[in-house]
């Protein structure tokens, strides 16, 4: 059996959060813009279900998914908006319960995957724990884009420290993506959980280059739903400023992020 049950259960309520979001929407309210250019609830809904897929096959059948891969690459600037309109042209009760079909699927799979397995993916091979954290960061961060647009305040849980993480483990990657050579210290991250009676602490305690702030706040930014000038984070040390400025924790390009709104969330 898997040894990543609980964060695929955090995987399993963040995508019910979301899914509870758009259930009941009228088909109009489906195209409603959100604040990622070009995409409308529909196409985040439908990134959501393709990338589930895609993972399915990963977990599956690594031959298929490889022949997935090499379709990406060929079209590597366009093959996510791509994938992302042609699910949004279908009709949203469709669309909607191809992903329940698929994220339902997912979860199977992943459970079912044996302890130590890896698994291909457009970077480095995953685990089945890796799998899910990727999947639930994904999903809360889409469903942020779908949350602001229908002006819905999210409570945060504890499931953002799987968020926190993979910001923080992806930090060499946010230098490198941007052709630039990370840091060889470590930084100390220590970051407000959203109950406000934790730290979630990452690096050595000594550490001269720190970031401090609400942990909501550093997987907004991370996951570039909102600009640094409206975030309560602090960085000490000039490295651990640049970092802020072009952190990611998503694998690809480095995204646009999201212009200033003007005061602290």
């Known amino acids: 059996m898997s040894d990543a049950s609980s964060v695929i259960d955090d995987l399993a309520r963040e995508s019910e959060e979301l899914d509870r979001l758009v259930a009941e929407l009228g088909e109009g309210r489906w195209a409603l813009a ?93 685990s089945a724990a890796s799998m899910a954290t990727g999947r639930l960061m994904e999903t809360w961060a889409h469903g942020q884009d779908v949350a602001d647009t229908l002006g819905v305040v999210r409570t945060p849980t504890d499931r953002l420290r799987h968020v926190a993480r993979i910001g923080v483990r992806a930090r060499d990657f946010a230098f490198g993506v941007r052709g630039a050579i990370a ?28 970031v401090t702030g609400p942990a909501l ?19 000490q040390g000039p490295d651990a400023d640049r970092w802020l400025d072009i952190a990611q924790a998503f694998a690809g390009l480095p995204g646009a992020g999201r212009p200033p709104q003007g005061g602290a969330r």
């Open 183 to 210: 840091p060889t210290e470590e930084f100390r991250v220590e970051l407000v959980a959203p109950a406000g009676n934790d730290v979630w602490t990452y690096g050595p305690r000594d550490a001269a280059q720190r």
């Open 34 to 126: 959100t604040p990622a250019p070009g995409w409308t609830i529909a196409h985040q809904i439908a990134h959501l279900a393709w990338t589930d897929r895609g993972a399915l096959l990963a977990v599956t059948d690594a031959e298929a998914f490889a022949v997935e891969a090499e379709k990406a690459l060929a079209s590597l600037g366009t093959w996510v908006d791509e994938a992302a309109r042609e699910g949004a042209a279908l009709p949203p009760a469709q669309l909607l319960a191809g992903w329940r079909e698929g994220r339902a699927a997912l979860d199977r799979a992943l459970r079912a995957a044996p302890s130590g397995t890896r698994f291909p993916w457009y970077g480095p091979p995953m």
């Open 217 to 235: 706040d550093f997987c907004l930014l991370v996951t570039q739903r909102a600009n640094r000038a409206d975030l309560a984070l602090r960085a």
